[in-house]
């Protein structure tokens, strides 16, 4: 199993400041996926990168794949409490089903 | 309509004891999956099939067996019950494996006690 490490694990911040999420591995993947999970439900998927160096954006969140394909980063800008919630990067080894990072709660106060 | 849909949403049931977890999609996917959510909120893959056939068994105890009636379909009996199953299990599909979008379920909290 190829291990993802995200950090932080927990940030609590107020609304209106920026903050990264961070997705680590030793192990190249050929596309690194970011889902978001509330309370009570499922993850949802945010956005998949898949070219080394890309950078997506999704309104206020920005997405970048390294690279070298092993990390990912994922940047909001004036947060708000809507944004509250478990944040998970995924990769998938070939022919395998996706495994996930240990994900970062993130908590935004207004 | 739902697409990815499970049942029970919650379980609460006695060690020792025998349950099932169904899960149902109507998105025409081709694969579908079984994680398990602990109590750190870490998701790890249990199973995966793909048109009914078994295609990933992580290291799961024996203990629990999928079952895949159709390709849409995929249930989870778990036997036995201990202390340690407590968790929220998610179902999912996806087209291609690993490449794909993954459509969770809402999950079911089993609570052993």
């Known amino acids: 199993t190829q291990l993802l490490e995200q950090s932080p694990q927990f940030l609590s911040i107020q609304e209106g400041e920026n903050l990264t999420v961070y997705c680590n591995s030793s192990?190249?993947?050929?596309?690194l996926q970011w889902y978001r999970q509330e309370p009570g439900e499922g993850p949802v998927l945010l956005v998949t990168?898949?070219?080394?160096?890309e950078v997506k954006k999704l309104k206020r969140l920005t997405f970048q794949f390294g690279d070298a394909r092993k990390d990912s980063s994922l940047h909001i800008t004036a947060a708000q409490p809507g944004d509250t919630g478990l944040y998970l990067c995924?990769?998938?080894?070939?022919?395998?089903?996706?495994?996930f990072g240990k994900g970062t709660s993130l908590l935004v106060t207004p | 309509d739902t697409a990815v849909s499970q049942t029970p949403k919650y379980l609460v049931t006695q060690m020792g004891n025998d349950k099932s977890i169904k899960c149902e999609q109507n998105?025409?996917?081709?694969?579908m999956y079984w994680y398990k959510q602990d109590s750190k909120k870490f998701l790890k893959i249990m199973f995966s099939?793909?048109?009914?056939?078994?295609?990933i068994n992580e290291t799961v105890p024996n203990r629990f067996s999928p079952k895949s009636p159709d390709k849409a379909h995929l249930n989870l009996h778990i036997n036995s019950l201990e202390l340690g199953d407590s968790a929220v299990y998610f179902c999912?599909?996806?087209?291609?494996?690993?490449?794909?979008?993954?459509?969770f379920g809402e999950g079911s909290r089993l609570t052993v006690l």
């Open positions: 998105l025409g996917h081709d694969t």
């Open positions: 995924a990769g998938a080894p070939e022919q395998y089903a996706l495994n």
């Open positions: 999912a599909s996806s087209r291609p494996i690993s490449t794909g979008e993954l459509f």
């Open positions: 099939y793909n048109n009914k056939e078994l295609i």
């Open positions: 990168v898949v070219t080394g160096g």
């Open positions: 192990s190249v993947f050929s596309s």
